[in-house]
């Protein structure tokens, strides 16, 4: 997805064309499509605005319905594994790949550090 112009260039735009350019004439000065500058003057004039409108939006994880449940049991047992949370996960009727539930706990700042009977993170 691309990024929308500067507010700079937007009211530099306004301002050619409220000075008596044409808007096909602004776009083709300060290097941006037609269209764009069309729209640009649509929405200043609806809106007295040439600010961007937001882009994107918050991607729901499948999980976030479980996000109670799923907190209290890693905070029950702490020691369990991600493939062990899948599986209580499928025992309610979710399938959910392990990267999506890592990811789940990694956006609440939780990790799963394990290491061979915690040999390796002894001090030789």
């Known amino acids: 997805m691309g990024h929308p112009y500067s507010e700079d260039l937007r009211k530099r735009i306004v301002g050619a064309v409220e000075a008596g ?3 096909r004439g602004a776009a083709k000065v300060f290097g941006v499509s037609a269209s764009c500058a069309v729209k640009l003057l649509q929405l ?6 040439v600010s961007a409108k937001p882009q994107g939006a918050r991607r729901r994880s499948k ?42 706990f ?11 009977a915690r040999k390796r993170a002894a001090a030789r």
Request: aromatic fraction near 10%; avoid cysteine; hydrophobic fraction near 35%.
């Open 63 to 104: 999980l976030d319905p479980y996000t109670d449940w799923l907190l209290g049991l890693v905070r029950d047992q702490p020691d369990i594994t991600l493939e062990e949370i899948r599986a209580r996960l499928r025992g309610r009727g979710m399938s959910a790949s392990i990267g999506l539930v890592w990811k789940f």
């Open 44 to 49: 200043w004039r609806r809106t007295g605005s």
């Open 21 to 23: 350019a044409t808007r």
């Open 106 to 116: 990694d956006r609440h700042d939780i990790s799963f550090k394990k290491n061979a």
